[in-house]
């Protein structure tokens, strides 16, 4: 691997991971930006690894051989963050950096891979965004003019003049990194609420099953039927704590109230 497209930087005791953090940055070229979409040539991964910390400072070390020995044969948690400028500085009109501190406090509690996408706005950019958010929450194009507010999609079909959604991204670049990294044959746990993105990136060749830590908080009466026909058609395992929850929701049922009045008669 040339060595001007990877740089390592070993963070002692991260303050958000609460660890040693392994930095990895990946220097996309000119042809890969226009490829993947990317609005600057720098892909960032944060590793968490409890091995992290046994590598020594001031010895030798080949840090391609060190993610290796991380992560044989394991399954890694994972984390791709798409780039957002404005919900890092607190734009309510974006869910994405509640989504962003949840998935450091999975990887600080576990082991994991962050990757941080620069691919803002679909890939277009943040200048664009702006436009795109103008429209959309104020009503106004960017010489103030007042056009009416447009959805997303609305919007962009008058910015960039174009029938259809236009979504420049996609995940290749995340495939080709972990190839470099050779963690290209693990299993991915990927943190998302989107099964698109899961199969995007199946598709990338990065095989991804969705991180179901949370499954049990997201149980609830409307859904619990869902995965009553999954135990009862015997196609998933689920664990104690989320059989419980399933459990508890069925027993606080209406039906099972009434049930239990009628016995008194
Ligand atoms: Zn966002």
């Known amino acids: 691997m040339n060595n001007d497209k990877i ?6 005791n991260n303050n958000l991971f609460n660890a040693d953090v392994l930095t990895v940055c ?24 409890d091995k992290i910390s046994e590598i020594k400072a001031e010895n030798d070390c ?8 991380m992560f044989s044969e394991k399954k890694i948690i994972l984390r791709i963050q798409s780039e957002c400028f404005l919900g890092m500085y607190g734009d309510s009109h974006c869910d994405c950096e509640i989504q962003r501190i949840n998935s450091i406090k999975i990887i600080s509690q576990n082991d994991g891979i962050l990757v941080h996408l620069p691919q803002e706005a679909q890939g277009w950019g943040l200048h664009y965004k702006l436009k795109e958010l ?80 949370d499954i049990s ?37 209406k039906y099972n109230e009434q049930d239990k009045s009628m016995k008194k008669f």
Do not use: W
């Not at 990946?26 to 690894?49: C, H, M, Q, R, W």
């Not at 609420?193 to 199946?202: A, C």
């Open 134 to 213: 103008e429209l959309q929450v104020s009503g106004r194009t960017s010489n103030g003019e007042y056009i009416g507010k447009k959805d997303r999609d609305s919007a962009q079909k008058i910015l960039l003049d174009v029938n259809n959604f236009c979504d420049n991204r996609n995940y290749g670049i995340v495939a080709k990194i972990f190839k470099e990294l050779s963690i290209d044959k693990n299993t991915f746990l990927l943190i998302t609420d989107s099964e698109k993105k899961v199969s995007n990136l199946n598709n990338m060749g990065i095989k991804s099953i969705k991180y179901s830590d």
């Open 62 to 69: 080949n840090y391609y051989d060190e993610i290796k020995k």
């Open 26 to 49: 990946y220097k996309a070229d000119e042809n890969e930006i226009k490829e993947y979409g990317l609005t600057s040539p720098n892909i960032v991964l944060f590793i968490k690894n």
């Open 217 to 253: 908080t997201r149980i609830n009466a409307d859904n619990v039927s869902e995965y009553l026909v999954k135990i009862y058609n015997s196609t998933h395992n689920y664990d104690e704590e989320i059989i419980s929850s399933i459990f508890k929701i069925i027993s606080k049922r």
């Open 7 to 12: 740089s390592f930087y070993l963070q002692n």
